[in-house]
């Protein structure tokens, strides 16, 4: 079982004890996103779960209990951008942003700490020369602390496009994205970096630039040194090359406030006030209506062999 620690929220940002409690406790509740009532209990013990992917643009609060996690196989996918406040209104500031990056990576190894460019916005001020530049800056401060940059562009979803708009953001021009895509990895190859795209349709190969798998079957291999029997996940995107996996993270609950945030769209996140680090449930408490039941979960190892770590 592959855990997503998450694409709906923040969860090393802002809800990191509640994280720890649930793998001290070693089981987790989980609310149906389309049906409330119904919660899963999913056993998070390390025989069962055969890697933890969390996304977070902040994952400082977690540094100091990182040795809790010495039983699981984990790695990062640490979103870095440029933006200042007017786009990511609740984040530290990028100085600190950069340092976390670099002590987390210190502390885990590079191979485990994946740098996000994404999204990337044009508009106003963000031009694609603005970019390339910015991305050269942040590349010199971050390549020697990880492997690999996934970028991705903008995705206008109807419940978020009005206030990008009203800010200036706009869509992406014929031959943009190619151009811009030039410009960075131009700069990737000048410091050894790999980069892929995030569920993009846009052929970038000329370039170097390949489709990434964040939850990436190959790199849990190598990290895990076993070979996985898993399978796409079927619920994300048909661009989307990541393996199935459970989230963990609840909708509305993400304090980072960033505008183009698709998983709290209208920026507050209604559910915050609901939380509590002991609670099962990420900011909810169970109910007399709701309908608890065991999903069968179990390790996708292939132990009869072994890889080597490369």
Not at 43 to 62: E, G, R
Not at 70 to 94: D, M, V
Not at 137 to 147: D, H, I, V
């Amino acid at each position: 079982m592959i855990l997503s620690a998450s694409r709906r929220t923040d969860i090393p940002a802002s809800y990191s004890q509640w994280f720890f409690h649930r793998i001290k406790e070693q089981f987790v509740l989980i609310r149906n996103p389309h049906n409330p009532r119904q919660v899963s209990r999913i056993q998070l013990t390390p025989d069962t779960v055969d890697c933890i992917v969390f996304w977070s643009k902040n994952p400082a609060p977690m540094l100091s209990s990182l040795s809790s996690l010495k039983p699981y196989c984990y790695y990062f996918q640490f979103t870095l951008n440029p933006y200042g406040r007017e786009i990511e209104r609740n984040l530290p500031s990028q100085k600190e942003r950069i340092h976390t990056f670099q002590e987390l990576s210190s502390r885990i190894g590079k191979e485990r700490v994946i740098w996000r460019y994404d999204p990337i916005l044009l508009g106003g001020d963000y031009t694609i020369s603005w970019h390339i530049q910015q991305f050269q800056k942040l590349a010199s401060q971050l390549a020697p602390y990880t492997e690999t940059c996934i970028i991705s562009f903008l995705d206008w979803y109807p419940s978020i496009s009005r206030r990008l708009l009203s800010s200036g953001i706009r869509d992406f021009a014929a031959g943009e994205q190619a151009a811009l895509a030039e410009g960075f990895a131009c700069v990737s190859r000048s410091f050894g970096l790999s980069l892929a795209t995030c569920s993009e349709r846009i052929d970038l190969s000329s370039y170097g630039i390949q489709h990434a798998c964040c939850i990436d079957r190959s790199l849990i291999e190598r990290l895990a040194g076993f070979p996985l029997n898993a399978a796409k996940d079927k619920n994300q995107r048909q661009e989307c090359g990541c393996i199935s996996s459970i989230d963990l993270g609840l909708y509305h609950t993400c304090p980072n406030g960033c505008l183009y945030c698709y998983a709290n769209p209208y920026g507050r996140p209604k559910h915050a006030a609901e939380y509590d680090p002991s609670s099962p449930l990420l900011c909810s408490h169970l109910t007399a209506d709701d309908q608890v039941y065991e999903r069968k979960t179990a390790s996708l190892k292939e132990p009869q062999m072994r890889l080597p770590f490369i």
